[in-house]
């Protein structure tokens, strides 16, 4: 496995994609329709890209080319043993009125870490990155000028190999796509309500919960499922061993915010999904002067702090909805509320500081933007 990764680096360098433009995109006309309140994840771009590989070959045939749906064997091996990966990042207009990606290299680091983790073949950074570039120069029209709105790209992998031996596939299909996207909540964002699932947890130690793969989201819609029959938004999950520490949602990370001003965020032990959002918080947070700790938190800590008015804020936090404040948390043994309920003033600082940075409006002493133009 590892001789073949390295192949596949190896005989990528240099690889140039062929770019084959729509020969009918969406006429410009509906296209300022569909931007104008595209929702999340609805509207497609006119283009995607493709990459190939197999063993021989090592990654080749790179394509920008028409969205169109693929042509698949109905034995390809995702379709039975779920060797899949993902990522989720944007490009935004800028201020001045350029385009930037943001941390686009950690996506890519942590793709092939994903990559690693299923047994898949790692795509060399620096191709994830031109592809990401190539589909935003080929799609740029697409980016909404309305706020809050940004190019959403879905860069993701599947095995493709035609065999249902149980086995790492021995050829794969890298793609991305792209998709408008409005602000994720409209009109600022309201505080959430949050089911603790007791029952269900998404990681176990030594299993997938780092990688971002498409498993993980599969065996978390039940717990969703619960949380919505239960009158929440989200779900929070507990540790698999003890149900009683903190560790994420089902699609992001989550902070504290504590009585003393200082922050706190669970680890990255392993089954934790390493968001890059995250870990832009934690930078900006203590470029503010601002105490940040990574430590286990418990569940009857959180409710008894909570409730004594050590605990002041909580939020959520990934790339789809940047900052979502939390308001209430909802368990089998009664339900308690963070704070006010309502967003709360660090909450919202860390999001201003966030998007401020991401749209060009304010410095970016970490060099995070990656521009396009
Ligand atoms: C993608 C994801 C996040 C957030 O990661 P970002 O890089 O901040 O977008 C958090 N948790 C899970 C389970 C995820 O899949």
């Known amino acids: ?56 070959d090592g990654w080749h045939d790179a394509r920008v080319e028409p969205r169109a749906p693929f042509q698949m064997d109905a034995s390809s091996a995702v379709l039975h043993y779920a060797q899949e990966i993902f990522e989720g990042m944007k490009a935004y207009r800028l201020a001045d009125g350029g ?68 086995k790492p596939s021995s050829e794969y299909l890298y793609a991305v796509i792209a998709s408008s996207v409005g602000a994720y909540f409209k009109g600022g964002a309201p505080a959430v309500t949050l089911w603790v699932s007791e029952e269900y947890t998404r990681a176990a130690p030594g299993g997938t919960g780092a990688a971002k793969c498409g498993g993980n989201y599969a065996t978390s819609l039940v717990a969703q499922a619960e949380a919505i029959r239960q009158g929440c938004d989200q779900v929070l999950f507990l540790d698999a061993a003890e149900r009683r520490w903190i560790e994420e949602l089902g699609g992001m990370n989550i902070f504290f915010v504590f009585d ?25 947070a203590r470029d503010m002067g601002l105490t940040v700790r990574e430590e286990p938190y418990a569940i009857d800590q959180c409710r ?18 940047v900052v979502a404040p939390i308001g209430q948390m909802k368990m089998r043994s009664g339900d308690f509320m963070i704070g006010s309920g309502g967003p709360g003033q660090t909450t919202q600082r860390m999001l201003a500081a966030l998007t401020n940075i991401q749209r060009g409006n304010a410095p970016d002493p970490h060099g995070w933007l990656d521009r396009l133009d």
Not at 5 to 28: C, K, M, N, Y
Not at 261 to 284: E, H, K, N, Q, V
Request: glycine letters at 8%.
């Open 1 to 56: 496995m590892l001789d073949k990764t390295t192949d596949g680096i190896e005989s990528s360098r240099g690889l140039t994609f062929v770019r084959q433009s729509h020969p009918r995109p969406v006429d410009a006309n509906e296209r300022t329709r569909l931007l104008e309140n595209p929702g999340f994840g609805r509207v497609f771009t006119d283009h995607m890209v493709t990459i190939r590989y197999n063993e021989a």
């Open 99 to 166: 385009t930037a990606l943001f941390r686009p290299e950690a996506n890519a680091r942590r793709f092939r870490s994903s990559a690693r983790r299923m047994a898949m073949a790692e795509l060399p950074e620096e191709l994830f990155l031109d592809s990401i570039r190539e589909l935003v120069r080929a799609d740029i029209d697409w980016i909404p000028t309305i706020p809050g709105g940004s190019l959403y790209l879905r860069p993701f992998m599947i095995a493709s190999e035609v065999f249902l031996g149980v």
């Open 260 to 284: 003393d001003g200082s922050l706190a965020t669970p680890p990255l032990t392993g089954t934790i999904l390493p968001g890059i959002t995250r870990d832009s918080i934690i930078t900006m």
């Open 304 to 321: 008894a702090d909570a409730e004594s008015g050590r605990l002041r804020e909580a939020f959520a936090c990934g790339t789809a909805a």
